[in-house]
């Protein structure tokens, strides 16, 4: 099983690192928009920066990378890294929205203002850094759940917040009564009609590309454990396997009890053996007890030991002094 949990341990490393540069970037890049008040070639700086759905999609990622990260610390602490259904997902749909202002940046804003406009000072984390670690992160090292086309829809639901919110602030409210001027140019420059049969369909896009890209890394790395797991397991005792992995990882250091029952239970599928996860998991909580037990033992022995000595030793330099 080392191998197993080595891949595992892995993969939640670069789901730190990934998480929190991205966290990094977007907490440079939107403070940078925020201490710059004027700005030539545009409109939007300072607390008028939230306006921008660059900044808004990318401070939603970010959140989303946020949540990732106790669980990557936790599973690094346990050897059991496992992320909730509703963390993935909320990272999908944070994802979903920077590929979507990566993509508009690169392929529209970039060609009509300059690819070194966009790309330089506080763009370059927003526009480009933050969307491209987003996407890397998620497809290959937060691979923990299978997505479906439901998790699709879910992750058009910022993209149609913010739509919903720029329609109304721009027309209905106006710029004139505080609101938005149409900075976009979606209801000036073009028909209503276009940015509506364009922009939801293009994010669906975008989010089924994702969805594929996660599911290969997902399937990839489901394979690799089925053919581990059916190796190291041919024609070997279960128990014997459990009660070997929960004696390495006893500690007397450690003393709350993980016991890694998402392991176990692939090892039960791809063993064949007739045990219920239940009796599997007893087996390692016996022996992981166990084995913390004979370590504490050994650890309050050695204490005790090196107590003895030093009274001995105490008393003997109080012997010598008595003597003097």
Same mark, same amino acid.
């Given at each position: 099983?080392?191998?197993?949990?080595?891949?595992?341990?892995?993969?939640?490393?670069?789901?730190?690192?990934?998480?929190?540069?991205?966290?990094?970037?977007?907490?440079?890049?939107?403070?940078?928009? /925020?201490?710059?008040?004027?700005?030539?070639?545009?409109? %939007?700086?300072? /607390?008028?920066?939230?306006?921008?759905?660059?900044? #808004?999609?990318?401070?939603?990622?970010?959140?989303?990378?946020?949540?990732?990260?106790?669980?990557?610390?936790?599973?690094?602490?346990?050897?059991?890294? %496992?992320?909730?259904?509703?963390?993935?997902?909320?990272?999908?749909?944070?994802?979903?929205?920077?590929?979507?202002?990566?993509?508009?940046?690169?392929?529209?804003?970039?060609?009509?203002?300059?690819?070194?406009?966009?790309?330089?000072?506080?763009?370059?984390?927003?526009?480009? !850094?933050?969307?491209?670690?987003? !996407?890397?992160?998620?497809?290959?090292?937060?691979?923990?759940?299978?997505?479906?086309?439901?998790?699709?829809?879910?992750?058009?639901?910022?993209?149609?917040?913010?739509?919903?919110?720029?329609?109304?602030? #721009?027309?209905?409210?106006?710029?004139?009564?505080?609101? &938005?001027?149409?900075?976009?140019?979606?209801?000036?420059? /073009?028909?209503?009609?276009?940015?509506?049969?364009?922009?939801?369909?293009?994010?669906?896009?975008?989010?089924?590309?994702?969805?594929?890209? %996660?599911?290969?890394?997902?399937?990839?790395?489901?394979?690799?454990?089925?053919?581990?797991?059916?190796?190291?397991?041919?024609?070997?005792?279960?128990?014997?396997?459990?009660?070997?992995?929960?004696?390495?990882?006893?500690?007397?250091?450690?003393?709350?009890?993980?016991?890694?029952?998402?392991? !176990?239970?692939?090892?039960?599928?791809?063993?064949?053996?007739?045990?219920?996860?239940?009796?599997?998991?007893?087996?390692?909580?016996?022996?992981? /007890?166990?084995?913390?037990?004979? !370590? +504490?033992?050994?650890?309050? &022995?050695?204490?005790?030991?090196?107590?003895?000595?030093?009274? +001995?030793?105490?008393?003997?330099?109080?012997?010598?002094?008595?003597?003097?």
């Amino acid at each position: 099983m080392d191998e197993t949990m080595k891949t595992t341990m892995r993969q939640c490393k670069f789901a730190l690192v990934s998480a929190a540069v991205v966290v990094i970037c977007v907490c440079i890049g939107v403070t940078m928009n /925020l201490t710059t008040l004027e700005d030539e070639n545009f409109d %939007h700086m300072g /607390l008028q920066t939230f306006c921008m759905f660059t900044v #808004v999609s990318n401070i939603f990622c970010a959140a989303g990378m946020a949540m990732v990260i106790p669980y990557t610390l936790d599973g690094l602490r346990t050897r059991n890294y %496992h992320m909730p259904r509703w963390i993935v997902n909320v990272v999908y749909m944070g994802v979903t929205a920077v590929t979507l202002t990566f993509l508009v940046s690169l392929f529209i804003l970039a060609p009509v203002k300059g690819f070194l406009l966009i790309f330089t000072g506080s763009r370059f984390f927003l526009h480009a !850094i933050c969307p491209i670690l987003a !996407i890397d992160a998620f497809c290959f090292f937060m691979s923990e759940k299978r997505l479906e086309l439901k998790d699709s829809l879910l992750a058009l639901i910022p993209v149609f917040i913010y739509a919903v919110i720029y329609y109304v602030m #721009v027309v209905v409210v106006g710029a004139e009564n505080g609101g &938005w001027s149409d900075f976009y140019g979606f209801l000036t420059r /073009l028909p209503t009609w276009v940015p509506l049969t364009v922009i939801m369909p293009l994010t669906f896009l975008i989010a089924t590309v994702i969805r594929v890209l %996660h599911n290969r890394s997902f399937d990839r790395r489901k394979a690799e454990e089925a053919a581990h797991f059916t190796a190291v397991l041919r024609n070997t005792d279960i128990r014997t396997t459990i009660r070997a992995m929960a004696a390495s990882h006893s500690s007397a250091a450690v003393m709350d009890v993980v016991i890694p029952s998402r392991v !176990i239970a692939l090892m039960l599928r791809y063993s064949g053996s007739g045990y219920t996860l239940e009796e599997c998991c007893e087996i390692y909580l016996q022996e992981y /007890l166990r084995g913390s037990s004979t !370590i +504490a033992e050994e650890s309050a &022995w050695s204490e005790g030991k090196d107590s003895e000595d030093g009274e +001995a030793a105490a008393n003997a330099v109080s012997g010598e002094r008595k003597s003097d």
